[in-house]
Structures are given as structure tokens and as C-alpha cells.
């Protein structure tokens, strides 16, 4: 009876200490060997959980991206290419005053019957709204290629430093899809 609640007690320290998580190790080289400002770094900046980490969300009529040769826009003939977003995570970090965030988009890019290889931009527009509130938004024109023996490809847009000034609410969430016309500024409150 003795040696079953010891193995008990062992077998739930042993998973005790599987869930706990270590901070990262710098093993690089730094210009700091006493190490005060890497300590600094890890007390100013904590890790989030990805619980706490608003979701990022793909925008409702904005996943898909059509372009279309000069003057023929809806004709299947004149497509030069067709892109399109689909899954997303994001990475959050939490400082003194904002929370962080480093958002990734998975997507694919195919060639019409007008359409060849080569490299393209596409408008890729981030925001970060807080109920009706706009905290961020910023467009990227991202390059993508096309190769020429396939005739289509995959990319993965990452925006890092996405900047939430006081951390995420309850209703903060993250859209990402495409915008037309020009880039967007950064946006931040």
C-alpha cells in the first residue's frame, strides 16, 4: 500500500514537471557577458499564453484575390492569377504596456489562362479591432512568385510587431485578408 502511493505520488511529479515551462536560453554570442541586459529583456517581456492571444480571423470576401488583364475584370479568359488565404495562427508577447503579436497567413497562388511566372505583390491588409474600436491596421505589399513549371505556389505572409497598446480586451480581434488600392499606413492608438 506504502509503495503504491509513493509510485503515485512519483508518477504525478513526473507530469507535474512535463507541463512546466522553462523561459528561453540565450546560447548565442552577445556583446553583454554579464548578461544584465538579457535578463532585463526576459523580465520586461513575459510570454503569453496562447489562450490569452487574440484570434486572427480571415475577413469576410477578402480570403480571395482575383487579378485580371487590362479592361477585362470577371472574364475567366483575361485571369493573370488568383490568390487565395486560408489557415492562420498568431505568436503574442505581453511588455510593460502592449501586448505583441506576430501573425502568420498560409496561402496559395495559382496562374491564370493570361497570367505566366514571375513575381507579384500582393495587398495583404492586417487589423486589430477592439469591438467597433481600430487599434491597428497596416497593408503589406507582399512578393509572391510564381513558378514557371508548376504554374503555382504557396507562401506563408508573416507580420511581426503587430502592437496592442494595453494588451488585448475580451473583444479584440485580429482580420487579415486582401485589400485593394493603396497601401495603408500604420495605424496605432
Excluded: H
Aim: proline share 6%; net charge positive.
Amino acid at each position: 500500500m506504502t509503495i503504491r502511493r509513493f509510485l503515485g505520488i512519483s508518477l504525478l511529479a513526473v507530469v507535474a514537471g512535463c507541463n512546466q515551462t522553462d523561459k528561453p536560453v540565450n546560447l548565442g554570442v552577445t556583446s553583454d557577458p554579464s548578461g544584465v541586459q538579457a535578463a532585463a529583456q526576459q523580465q520586461t517581456q513575459v510570454a503569453v499564453v496562447q489562450g490569452s492571444c487574440p484570434q486572427v480571423y480571415l475577413r469576410d470576401g477578402t480570403a480571395v484575390l482575383e487579378r485580371y488583364g487590362k479592361g477585362a475584370k470577371d472574364d475567366p479568359q483575361n485571369l493573370l492569377y488568383q490568390a487565395t488565404l486560408a489557415d492562420t495562427t498568431r505568436q503574442c508577447v505581453i511588455n510593460e504596456n502592449q501586448l505583441v503579436m506576430t501573425v502568420m497567413v498560409q496561402g496559395r497562388i495559382v496562374s491564370g489562362p493570361a497570367g505566366g511566372s514571375g513575381t507579384v505583390n500582393l495587398p495583404i491588409r492586417v487589423a486589430v479591432l477592439d469591438g467597433p474600436n481600430e487599434l491597428y491596421s497596416q497593408t503589406v505589399q507582399y512578393p509572391v512568385t510564381i513558378p514557371a513549371d508548376t504554374g503555382s505556389g504557396q507562401f506563408i505572409f508573416t507580420q511581426a510587431n503587430v502592437a496592442i497598446p494595453g494588451g488585448s480586451g475580451g473583444f479584440t480581434k485580429v482580420y487579415v485578408g486582401f485589400e485593394d488600392g493603396p497601401a495603408k499606413k500604420k495605424k496605432r492608438k
